[in-house]
């Protein structure tokens, strides 16, 4: 079977399916134009129309289309509308599903189009599954390697990530300067609120984007998680690899994975937050053994993409 990954941004962890299965990879050059689209909502409505010029200008045998999240979604589409034979498994990854407030008929055209899916989290899943009629697999993504360190933390604040509204960024740093036991902010990441964040922000450092974040999971006490939903998140997979104690709200897909003193109900109750941190720092040997045993349920990249390739076999 010849397989194809299509991805305008592809996360390791789709990589290394794609070389799991022998896929090729075709990278959209879209990254632009989804900014474009987050600054200006109205744009979207072109997006779909523009996905399918681009689709005229693909060629080649395909059997299978591996589909990388939304964005991907209606050049895949309208390939298989043009070849009916081929296969269209889509790679739920991000918070595409959650977002459609409104179907365009092009997106009801798209979502028409998915033959199955391999979700990153149950929770995406069971939100995915509601739009689709089709067979689903669940298949986490591994995190990079990240190696721990005893060194002395400070008591510092760490987000990385997209400076998005859907990662509900304004939220992190709020909580971040009422919380009495944190000292300093950092945010990791570039995005279309980042003009804006540093504006509003003075207080926080924004390093931008970082090809390599650990050095900051060794010096930050805290990764800040918060966003209302967020499929599976490597980042906080890799900060307590590293030590640097999540702390992380119900709606992130890792959250099954850590014991839930850093798990949190309502990440909107900052009080309960700021709870949770004074009990860490009180009891930090234990906390970090709660840590130990989360860390021991991380997907290893070997099972990681043995599930990958079992689920793809039985999708395909």
Request: charged share 20%; aromatic share 12%.
């Amino acid at each position: 079977m010849n397989t194809l990954l299509l991805s305008h941004s592809p996360h390791h962890t789709r990589l290394a399916w794609a070389k799991a299965v022998g896929a090729k990879i075709k990278i959209l050059p879209f990254s632009g134009l989804i900014r474009f689209t987050k600054k200006h909502p109205w744009a979207s409505f072109f997006y779909p129309l523009i996905s399918f010029f681009y689709s005229l200008f693909l060629w080649g045998k395909i059997d299978i289309l591996l589909v990388e999240g939304g964005s991907a979604l209606y050049v895949a589409a309208f390939l298989t509308w043009r070849r009916p034979a081929l296969k269209l498994i889509y790679l739920d990854c991000d918070l595409f599903f959650y977002k459609l407030k409104y179907l365009h008929p092009l997106t009801r055209f798209a979502i028409s189009q998915i033959d199955a899916a391999i979700s990153d989290s149950e929770q995406n899943k069971e939100h995915l599954l509601k739009h689709i009629n089709a067979p689903a697999q669940v298949c986490p993504p591994f995190p990079k390697e990240v190696f721990p360190s005893n060194i002395f933390r400070k008591n510092y604040a760490l987000f990385v990530g997209r400076l998005e509204p859907d990662k509900n960024i304004e939220r992190i740093i709020n909580f971040c300067l009422q919380c009495p036991h944190i000292e300093k902010t950092i945010i990791i990441g570039d995005g279309m609120l980042k003009a804006e964040l540093q504006k509003k922000y003075p207080a926080v450092v924004f390093t931008g984007q970082q090809n390599d974040p650990s050095p900051y999971y060794h010096e930050c006490k805290f990764l800040i998680h918060l966003p209302d939903a967020d499929p599976h998140p490597s980042t906080t997979m890799e900060a307590a690899l590293a030590g640097c104690f999540p702390i992380i709200s119900k709606g992130t897909g890792t959250a099954y994975l850590f014991d839930e003193l850093f798990v949190v109900e309502d990440p909107e109750d900052f009080a309960k937050i700021n709870e949770k941190i004074s009990f860490i720092l009180k009891n930090e040997p234990t906390a970090r053994e709660l840590l130990k045993t989360s860390t021991e349920k991380f997907p290893s990249k070997e099972t990681c993409i043995s599930n990958f390739i079992h689920a793809f076999e039985k999708l395909s």
